[in-house]
């Protein structure tokens, strides 16, 4: 599931403010966040210097501070060159002190401030220009944060932040605007846009439902039903394209909704019991209500079993509306929505694996057992390496198939028993790497070498291992895949439906079941529980929200979307029935997303000495 990320320069390149060199009117904007204590930071100042001679007066170059934290040292130096407000002795001063001596040192700043003749100044001009160098540190270290930059040097080329590496031919490619950076930039710009996730989804589904009732029509829906067929040797397994999308693909969607699990229940909001409580308690509430509503119009009957549909959440589509919304939304209200879409799908894998499964075959469920405990044994031996993992969870995948259990289940068993690891020793990988390029950067000019050792390449890839858990690795992959590729295709096979009155006439109370408890049962139990909760000092609701707004996640949590319509797929067999669901919940997520917008736009910000809802009850 996609998330936002900061790369964008927070504040625009200023000439009457900013240190610029270049002209104005350059294609090229090169702005560098640095620390005068920055090793590297004064290994990239002949760098720049070179790109700066190569390009003439297609650069501007920008230079703002960054003074490495802790060191009194590189904030006294970024004090130090802002004192003067001659930008030919700012620069000067910047020289010197990123290339005077091999490290910054005390001596350096003697040097510079004598330079500067600051000694001549009076008291009181003094005064005023320590203060505002302070000023102007603070906001270029202000504006380091709100742009990303998490340490030096980082550079912005045209306002966006340059994560690639820093050799001349990937600077160049950045600078130059090449196709091919061009064309990853802006994919990485699309996913790093919250809403972008949830907007691929309804994409996917606006032309699902537009080629259904289009003259292609039958042309699609038969597309789906096309059968895929491995074989080897006299051995073959056929399905049909929709159930290998919806028992296969679909397998990716709930290993990262495993892996999500496993984050926020170690390491997330879900791991202390008072951060938890809230969001457990109004998910629970969310699912109970919406089944009972449920219940109340479809008593029994085939349509019984159609329960489960109103339970679920669609977290792409809720998070996408809140990111939308901005500011607008206390960052503390999107962790509680996200948190409730956790625990609601641990619910909604349950629900599947154990309402919405076929005839069981105990063979393959002990077969399915044997290899849980392989996988098991492999995370208690320590066994980091993903590969294993994979391919037992293949043959887990194909038992769970087999026994009659939802396919889609041997995702989450996976996630479950996909390592972490104790958090790495940074200090002493990045010493090992540095003395690894160092040695390898003395030996660039041997004859014939094309690149680092075999050996320094291996090692070097061994401390990337390191950095990060199988488990967190595992999830940086495949949750782009199943956010921007497995739930867009399903999407796509499972969304398209006749928009025609046959297909309402006679299911009027099986979508008036769905509809009512999406749209109003889950709102109404997820604020039922969430204030039980708090009356009964089980939870506490920060004061960043208040209770409108928490209705007003909870209505977006109506939006089922994804999961409903999964579910629906496995409790309606009928085509017919399962058309009517279908056009339920789209209906549903619709009502429920503009209520939960209109909620939480129009709703005013809470008072932080709000009273809590316990303290008003019991008084």
């Not at 330079?115 to 008291?123: G, R, S, V």
């Not at 509503?293 to 159609?306: R, T």
């Not at 390496?385 to 038992?399: D, K, Q, S």
Request: aromatic fraction near 8%; include cysteine; hydrophobic fraction near 50%.
């Amino acid at each position: 599931m996609a998330t936002g990320t900061r790369n964008r320069l927070n504040r625009s390149v200023d000439a009457r403010y900013d240190h610029v060199l270049g002209p104005p009117g350059a294609p090229i904007t090169l702005v560098e966040y640095g620390s005068y204590a920055c090793p590297h930071c004064r290994a990239a100042n002949d760098r720049i210097a070179n790109v700066r001679d190569d390009l003439g007066d297609r650069l501007r170059y920008v230079f703002r501070h960054k003074p490495i934290p802790d060191n009194d040292l590189a904030r006294r130096a970024a004090e130090l060159v802002e004192r003067t407000t001659d930008p030919i002795r700012f620069w000067d001063a910047h020289m010197e002190l990123m290339s005077r001596s091999k490290t910054l040192t005390e001596e350096d700043l003697v040097v510079v401030a004598e330079k500067l003749d600051l000694e001549h100044q009076t008291p009181e001009d003094s005064e005023r220009s320590e203060l505002r160098a302070k000023k102007r540190v603070d906001a270029d270290i202000n504006s380091a944060q709100a742009s990303g930059v998490l340490f030096t040097p980082t550079f912005f080329i045209n306002g966006r932040r340059y994560d690639g590496a820093w050799d001349e031919s990937s600077f160049s490619d950045a600078m130059f605007g090449r196709l091919g950076h061009r064309v990853a930039a802006a994919a990485v710009d699309f996913v790093s846009w919250g809403p972008s996730a949830g907007l691929l989804l309804l994409l996917a589904t606006v032309l699902a439902v537009f080629l259904t009732n289009s003259e292609m029509g039958p042309e699609f829906l038969s597309l789906w039903q096309q059968k895929l067929t491995l074989s080897l040797g006299g051995a073959s397994f056929g399905m049909s394209l929709l159930h290998w999308i919806n028992d296969g693909l679909l397998t990716i969607f709930f290993l990262v909704v495993g892996l999500e699990i496993k984050r926020e229940f170690t390491v997330g909001h879900l791991a202390g019991r008072k951060s938890a409580a809230l969001p457990i308690a109004a998910a629970l509430g969310g699912m109970i209500m919406p089944a009972l509503i449920y219940a109340l119009f479809v008593p029994s009957g085939p349509w019984v079993h159609g329960w489960g549909v109103p339970i679920a959440t669609d977290t792409a589509f809720a998070v996408a509306l809140i990111f939308m919304m901005g500011q607008r939304v206390p960052i503390e209200l999107r962790i509680f929505l996200t948190a409730a879409a956790i625990v609601d799908d641990i619910a909604a894998i349950v629900v599947v694996a154990v309402f919405y499964s076929g005839e069981l075959s105990f063979e393959y469920m002990a077969a399915a057992v044997v290899l849980t405990g392989g996988l098991a044994l492999l995370s208690w031996a320590r066994i980091y390496r993903v590969f294993p993992y994979m391919i037992i969870g293949l043959g887990l995948w194909i038992c769970v198939l087999a026994s009659g259990l939802h396919p889609t289940l041997a995702g989450v068993v996976l996630a479950l028993f996909i390592p972490t690891r104790p958090p790495p020793n940074l200090k002493a990988l990045m010493a090992q790497a540095d003395s690894i390029m160092a040695n390898e950067a003395q030996r660039n000019k041997e004859a014939l070498r094309h690149g680092p050792s075999t050996m320094a390449m291996r090692t070097l890839e061994a401390i990337h291992d390191r950095l990060e858990s199988p488990a967190d690795r595992l999830l940086r992959h495949a949750g782009m895949r199943s956010s921007y590729l497995v739930l867009p295709i399903f999407a796509l096979a499972n969304a398209g439906v006749p928009l025609s009155m046959n297909v309402i006439t006679g299911h009027e109370t099986l979508m008036l079941a769905i509809i009512s408890g999406l749209v109003i049962g889950k709102p109404v139990g997820m604020l039922s529980a969430a204030a039980l909760a708090v009356c009964a000092g089980l939870a506490v609701k920060p004061a960043a929200y208040s209770w409108r707004q928490l209705a007003g996640a909870g209505a977006l949590a109506g939006i089922g979307f994804t999961m409903s319509l999964f579910i629906a797929g496995q409790a309606f067999p009928v085509q017919a029935d399962f058309a009517a669901a279908k056009i339920a919940v789209f209906a549903a997520s619709i009502l429920a997303a503009t209520i939960g917008m209109a909620l939480l736009i129009t709703a005013p910000k809470p008072d932080i000495e709000e009273v809590d809802v316990s303290t008003a009850v019991k008084s």
